[in-house]
């Protein structure tokens, strides 16, 4: 089953809009969470590095006022898209690794964003 | 830097086809290797994985070997069924630990017809 909960997993929302995805390890704690984000028909691209009970650790050209991310518990990361424009309309996934295990990473199922 | 080169797409086969996708990589060190399949409307889903030079992941009829002298790690499976159509990903993390984050080819679209 599903080891990282990510909702919501579809949003439609009027520009201007403020838009939170949360992001859940099932059953584990995750220290670090990542956020990627993929456009259609091409690849996932890292956002942000968000560390438990730290600031998170943008990517070049990810503007963090607009991408808000809280790594508030070891089992819940969110992004908050600020204020969001047609622009931002993608898919959005989060990924968790399980702390102190040297494993893969577990994607959640992702959040299609679409700002009319 | 680190990278992924894999084969552009879209790969049209029929059912019980071979199948070949390429992934190259470029890293420093040893980096660890792998597959992720992204089913439509889905999030990604590990398919395999490799951690050391000519280690083989297995996983559903799918193999990739990690050929460090050749940099490469190509997906194969003998007999591709129309329930494999999606898009593959070929990645690495630079270290064995997964606590950095994956760097993602652009991935290739598979589709299998009946």
């Known amino acids: 089953g599903a080891v990282v909960s990510q909702h919501p997993s579809w949003v439609i929302c009027k520009s201007g809009t403020s838009v939170k995805i949360e992001c859940r390890s099932l059953?584990?704690?995750?220290?670090?969470m990542f956020w990627y984000r993929q456009f259609p028909k091409q690849s996932l691209m890292l956002m942000a590095t968000s560390n438990e009970g730290s600031k998170a650790t943008y990517e070049q050209g990810v503007e963090k006022d607009k991408f808000l991310i809280n790594h508030a518990s070891l089992t819940l990361s969110t992004l908050t898209v600020t204020s969001a424009h047609p622009e931002d309309s993608s898919f959005y996934i989060c990924s968790a690794h399980r702390r102190h295990r040297n494993q893969p990473q577990h994607f959640g199922d992702g959040t299609r964003l679409s700002i009319l | 830097g680190n990278s992924v080169t894999q084969m552009e797409g879209p790969v049209t086969l029929s059912e019980e086809a071979f199948l070949t996708i390429n992934c190259t990589y470029t890293?420093?060190?040893?980096?660890?290797l792998f597959w992720y399949v992204q089913y439509p409307g889905e999030g990604l889903q590990l398919l395999l994985k490799?951690?050391?030079?000519?280690d083989k992941g297995s996983n559903k009829g799918f193999e990739a070997t990690y050929r460090k002298e050749t940099t490469s790690f190509h997906l194969e499976k003998g007999s591709v069924q129309v329930s494999d159509s999606a898009v593959y990903f070929c990645a690495l993390t630079p270290l064995a630990s997964g606590n950095t984050p994956l760097v993602f080819g652009k991935g290739t679209r598979l589709s299998v017809i009946a």
């Open positions: 490799a951690t050391k030079a000519d």
């Open positions: 059953d584990f704690q995750a220290t670090t």
């Open positions: 890293a420093t060190g040893y980096p660890s």
